[in-house]
């Protein structure tokens, strides 16, 4: 029972690099997410899915990318790495979307989360 | 965007004390989620609320949601260390594809 699944666990970049954060769900769930976590600035959502095919922008989306192939894969692309980059990264998985009400199907599953630094 | 704050910020209490968390924000959620985080790990969630003056306990933790859905608070009461964590609220709007996470209170119960 795998839940959600983060690769790499941590990662070193210097500017101007790039490169892919991988996100995998095992639940058949149609919602993934991809959050970042600033010290003392909670979770800010960068990207999200409703399924297969469709993505869409989240509330910090600039500097990054993603795709969703698959049900199961959400990877997070970043394509010239800058200092303000510097974060965790939380990839998250839902049934149903999260602002529907009281079904506990639109609970989020998280991952154990990638911490990147910038340099 | 939206702003969830949450007081206080850092919180360490010695083992068997009660306290409070609180989740403000000027915007009106249709529901509300507390999760909490341990290093390393992403955030679990604790709770649900949905509707204004909810009341939920799970085990010593009491959660409730303000009667305007704008505000929640989390009360432990007897707390011990495995209660020690960083606690987060998040709301999300009705039918919305986003949560909008609160700034986090770092709670430390000491043995």
């Known amino acids: ?119 | 965007t939206q702003l969830l704050e949450q007081s206080p910020q850092f919180l360490s209490i010695q083992e068997g004390e009660n306290l409070t968390v609180y989740c403000n924000s000027s915007s009106v959620f249709s529901s509300l989620q507390w999760y909490r985080q341990e290093p390393g790990e992403g955030p679990v969630l604790l709770v649900t609320v949905v509707t204004g003056g909810e009341v939920k306990k799970l085990k010593r933790l009491t959660f409730q949601f303000g009667d305007a859905r704008k505000d929640s608070s989390l009360h432990i009461t007897a707390a011990q260390p495995g209660d020690t964590g960083l606690y987060l609220c998040a709301g999300a709007e009705g039918g919305a594809n986003n949560l909008f996470f609160g700034t986090g209170t770092r709670l430390t119960v000491i043995p």
């Open chain 1, 1 to 119: 029972n795998a839940g959600v699944t983060q690769t790499p666990k941590f990662r070193i970049l210097k500017i101007g690099q790039s490169m892919t954060l991988q996100c995998a769900q095992d639940m058949n769930h149609n919602y993934m997410y991809w959050y970042r976590q600033d010290p003392g600035m909670g979770l800010k959502l960068i990207y999200y899915s409703v399924g297969a095919g469709i993505t869409d922008k989240g509330e910090v989306p600039n500097g990054y990318n993603v795709s969703r192939s698959t049900t199961e894969d959400f990877p997070l692309r970043l394509e010239l790495a800058a200092p303000s980059q510097t974060s965790v990264y939380f990839c998250a998985s839902s049934y149903y979307p999260v602002g529907q009400g009281r079904s506990g199907a639109n609970v989020l599953t998280f991952g154990a989360g990638s911490r990147l630094t910038v340099l």
